[in-house]
């Protein structure tokens, strides 16, 4: 037991211990040093009691040793490509991703597999492990728990404690699995029964055009410091540079993976009162409460985890498809988000008020498949794991793909620009393009950083703002586009006031129209 924890932890730690290590050797502190070796003595303990507590079957011990490689075997993948752990907020990220997986992972998780857990597995097997009298492991149990309470009490315990339970594997995976269950599964109850907003705050639609297209395009992994809207060196918004009746603006995104992005982004709730499951409907049911013909349209997968929030919101909508829809009645399973448009134009052309939301795949991981050939503008691009590329063709391969982006947008806006049509925009979470080692999202301790910038952009055709209503409101959004203190917060009211939408709710003030 002693010797499968000690193998554990050095096997899957050793990136941290050598990284902490270093910072040790640079700062030789007292503390310092003294935090460094209680985090490693206590990852052992806990790991060593935890086995403890199953070694009266042999059978069931090697179960368990096995499953831990197992686990710390996706972790240090995860780790190795990415750069980042698998907190609570990622182990959700992937269960609600399911249908992505592909994106995710290459042939190079075979080598991991065969050699951290395939091989383990055998030499656990065929190993003897002898009877130990239960007198020596309570012995060992006792002692165990005696050095981890002169630990809580004597160093620094809260850092020290979740330091560990953070960073060192296995802990830390079946900690946040733990967390991710007990906290999603106890919020199912509460969504079963959702209830519509409009019974809580009473909203009323101040009618003044008929014919009203209400478009939200979700994007996906797009950094406002990469557009050339906000001076990024190169033009990568070529198209909505010059697009007239048109605001930019900046947000930090309140989370850093795509379902609890979205979720916030279409519920009433703020960062602070976020649910994973909220009891109430999204903006969806409410537009459709309030006359609009609701419509969403998604380029991602359907294959969630469970009961996904994506699945639930978008089943609020009258019409609903995601990505694998279109590949059933295409030859190619090359789909873009290009591939929307004409779900988009049949809708408009059907006429009547609409609430639309095409969710984009953007600049999601793999850069390189999310844009077509004329895309390739930047190069030499990207065109495997971000983590196994030079930066710059990182780099290229994420630009190309948000010119493909500022493409898309602008043919919607196309789509629109005859109609009487309000556009919003605004991406769920940034990603990091190697900055510390990261190439992905990132972990939830680094949701606020310049990475998670995200654009918002607001478009009104000429037909709304020939409405004193309407023009009025994109003149107030407009003095507002230099804000620094933008949030996904923002968005559930500013949709909702720009559409001469109106309740006691949004007296809050959150609306960049108000």
Known sequence: MILGAFFLLALFNGKIIKSDFRLCLADPAFSKIAIFLSEIVTAMLVTTLSFLLFSFNKILLKCLLVLGFFISTIGLYVLNKYGITLDGSMIS?????LGHINEVVDYSIIFYFAIFTILPAIIIFRLKISKTKIKKKLIISLSSLAILGAFHYAFLPAKIFESTFTNYSPINYIISFYNYCDGFHGQIKQGKNRISLNKLYDFQYNKKLDNLNVVLIIGESLRASHLGLNGYERSTTPNLEKMPNFLNFTLAASFNTTTSSVTSMLSHRTKAEFLDIPPEKSIVSLYKDLGFKTHWYSAQSSKEFGN??????????????FRDRIKSSRKSNKIYDKDLLPYL????????????VLHSFGSHIRFYERYTKEFQIFKPECKAMASSCPKE?????????????????????DSLKNTN???????????FLGEDGIYANGNTSQVGMEANRVPMFLYMTDGVLKSKAYKNKFKVASKKTKLEDLTHDNLFDTMLDCSNIDSKLLDRNLSLCR
């Open 93 to 97: 990220n992937a269960f609600s991703s």
């Open 308 to 321: 996904g929030m994506l699945t639930i919101m978008a089943s609020e909508a009258d019409d609903y498809f």
């Open 345 to 356: 134009q049949k809708t408009i052309n059907e006429g009547g008020n609409n609430f639309i």
């Open 393 to 413: 063709e990182v780099a290229n391969s994420y630009d190309n793909s948000v010119l493909y982006t500022d493409s898309f947008v602008s043919d919607v806006i």
């Open 421 to 431: 049509s309000i556009l919003f925009f605004v991406s769920d979470h940034g990603i």
